[in-house]
């Protein structure tokens, strides 16, 4: 990884950094770096330590990411630093601290993100459970049984999960217990390349499990295993069982990152960056992906303006962010939040997806009544999403149907028309006489084909802006064209409206 340290005098020397760090250091007096010098196109950590000349500033913005700048009581302070440390979120470094800060830089500040998830099908029943237990789709494994008066075997997961050496890994599961019922979460840790290295074992309970649990590697790395224990008579559900790279307390995925958690583990993730801390606000809710993590932070970084990531990791690879109230209320609050921490309006606001994520965009966008909503490959009718699945694509998507299942109870026709009107009710009683929709669809989609024409007939009798592009194809067949041209959109409505200058 590469950090650069821009001051007066470099305080660390190359035989106290980790392995494979590498410490760049740069007078802040001075030009940071010749025209011809090989330089890395971007640095993991910045560190602002002693007088900086504010020329260099436009290029310090450019190092690095927002979370990952930080500042000494040595640097000087100036409107133009003090302005650059807001917009980066820069933290404070103690230099009394530095030794366990730099060792701890590779565990935190590593680059890229990583995420997966055992799924419910993994999961092994122990034998006396089986005639119990029943398989609710992606979402859980649901066992309904007299577990007797001692914590006993009751499931595991048949893969294990790995963690680097010099890692950490956090651990989540997806469950729910009725009352009577009391479940315990044990772990096994073994050394790389071997099955009968038991390094460790660990035991956790329903309190602990409020939390991720934090599993670090050894020093060769470590798989991890996992298994579930029961007591009393009821009902458990587990769902899947999250594991990610750890940052160790400094953001989710990625540095700055957070996770937004509710009733029986439901949650969703969200990344602010301030940015320039300029109208608008860009909110883009991901698509869907079986990789947890987030979606669009080179295409939102890029247009220098604020920008809000939000992403859902439920299910097999994203939940349409529909769940229960305060789920809902949740996100509602978080992009709320994000738009009073900038002292914008919602006239400074705009809203954003692309498949999964235009469901997030309109959902949202019904109650929030941005200045814009870009979409593109709209899904609107989730209940025909589901439907679908049976008539035009077969194993296409078949988590159209737990997201069905999910929200309704069912899976028939009438429950298919409930989960299309959850979106329409709110949809019809908004006010988008100040929004205008800019919308990229697909002639022949195949998950919602009604997608595109129901926005036009539930805003035709309103004074609504409406931009829209077909294209030839079904829903995943020119996803490259479908970006390019929700990009162009971004570009002109924050140029045109907001006066921003925009690259092509």
């Not at 650059?84 to 470094?93: I, N, V």
């Not at 019904?366 to 194993?395: C, Q, Y």
Request: net charge negative; hydrophobic share 40%.
């Amino acid at each position: 990884m590469n950090v650069i340290q821009i001051g007066a005098s470099r305080f660390i020397q190359t035989e106290r950094l980790p392995q494979d760090v590498k410490w760049i250091f740069r007078d802040g007096m001075k030009p940071l770096f010749e025209e011809e010098e090989e330089r890395p196109r971007s640095f993991e950590v910045v560190i602002l330590d002693g007088p900086i000349d504010e020329e260099n500033l436009p290029a310090i913005k450019e190092l690095g990411s927002s979370f990952t700048y930080f500042y000494t009581d040595r640097l000087v302070r100036t409107e133009g630093i003090a302005e650059l440390l807001a917009e980066k979120q820069a933290a404070h470094l103690d230099l009394a601290k530095l030794d366990s800060f730099v060792q701890d830089l590779p565990k935190k500040y590593f680059r890229g993100q990583h995420g997966s998830k055992l799924h419910p099908k993994h999961i092994c029943v122990a034998e006396k459970y089986i005639p119990y237990t029943v398989m609710d789709g992606n979402r859980a494994m649901v066992i309904s049984a007299d577990f007797g008066k001692k914590f006993a075997p009751t499931a595991f997961w048949k893969y294990n999960m790995y963690v680097d050496a010099g890692k950490a890994i956090e651990i989540w599961l997806e469950h729910s217990a009725t009352e009577g019922v009391d479940l315990q979460l044990h772990v096994n840790t073994y050394q790389r390349g071997s099955v009968a290295s038991l390094e460790a074992s660990h035991i956790f309970d329903d309190k602990d499990l409020r939390e991720p649990i934090i599993i670090e590697g050894g020093k060769w790395g470590n798989y991890v295993s996992a298994a579930i224990f029961c007591r009393g008579s009821g009902t458990v559900e587990m769902g899947p069982l999250h594991f990610r790279i750890s940052r160790l307390g400094v953001g989710q995925f990625l540095p700055g990152g957070r996770r937004h958690v509710f009733d029986k583990g439901q949650e969703f993730i969200s990344y602010f960056n301030p940015g320039d801390r300029k109208p608008p606000l860009n909110v883009y809710f991901s698509g869907y992906r079986t990789a947890e993590g987030f979606e669009g932070y080179f295409i939102m970084n890029a247009m220098k303006s604020p920008f809000l990531l939000i992403g859902d990791p439920r299910l097999e690879g994203g939940a349409f962010y529909l769940g229960s109230e305060g789920f809902e209320k949740g996100i509602t609050d978080v992009i709320q939040g994000a738009l009073d921490e900038l002292g914008f309006t919602r006239d400074q606001l705009i809203l954003s997806g692309l498949s999964m994520g235009t469901f997030g965009a309109v959902y949202y966008g019904s109650v929030l009544e941005p200045h814009a909503i870009i979409i593109g490959k709209p899904l609107m009718n989730l209940g025909d999403v589901a439907s679908n699945e049976k008539r035009l694509r077969p194993g296409g998507f078949p988590t159209s149907l737990d997201v069905l299942r999910s929200n309704t109870g069912g899976n028939r026709a009438q429950h298919a028309a409930a989960l299309n009107k959850r979106l329409w009710d709110r949809f019809d009683a908004a006010d988008f006489s100040h929004t205008e929709f800019a919308i990229g669809y697909m002639f022949q989609d195949d998950y919602d084909a009604n997608g595109f024409p129901d926005i036009l007939e539930h805003l035709k009798k309103r004074r609504v802006v409406i931009v829209s592009k077909g294209m030839e194809g079904r829903h995943n067949d020119n996803t490259s064209g479908v970006v390019s041209w929700f990009m162009s959109q971004y570009r002109r409505i924050t140029s045109t409206d907001f006066g921003r200058e925009v690259s092509s």
